[in-house]
């Protein structure tokens, strides 16, 4: 399973992006899909994850409010809608799946298996 992550870039205190995460084979809606971000010289952290079904999503305190993560079937991705970004929100994303049998969302690094590249996003005046 191969995932890409795109949708980063440059943008300003209160901006918006969207992130989108597409499985290689087309089968995204096979798999619970989490984002994580790492800042530099920090740890990769959890920032959001989507159960299969799309019926269970959570959030970090740390951008509850601000981000929405939702299923695009259509599309084969899982998208992140980030708003009101900050300067604290700079980092690299990553998405990734977990093991087909977990259908439920997953809170850490290690509930996943699969991982994409990562996407850049900078918040910057």
């Known amino acids: 399973v191969q995932l890409q992550a795109s949708g980063g870039g440059l943008v300003q205190p209160g901006g918006s992006l969207r992130l989108s995460c597409r499985v290689s084979d087309g089968t995204s809606d096979y798999y619970a899909v989490g984002w994580f971000r790492q800042a530099p010289g920090k740890k990769r952290e959890w920032v959001s994850c989507i159960s299969r079904s799309g019926g269970t999503a959570d959030y970090a305190d740390s951008v509850k409010g601000r981000f929405t993560i939702s299923r695009d079937n259509a599309n084969n991705a899982v998208n992140l809608q980030v708003n009101s970004l900050k300067s604290e929100d700079t980092a690299v994303y990553y998405c990734?799946?977990?093991?087909?049998?977990?259908?439920?969302?997953?809170?850490?690094?290690?509930?996943?298996?699969?991982w994409g590249q990562g996407t850049q996003v900078t918040v910057s005046s």
């Open positions: 990734a799946a977990r093991l087909y049998r977990y259908g439920g969302c997953g809170l850490t690094l290690g509930a996943y298996s699969y």
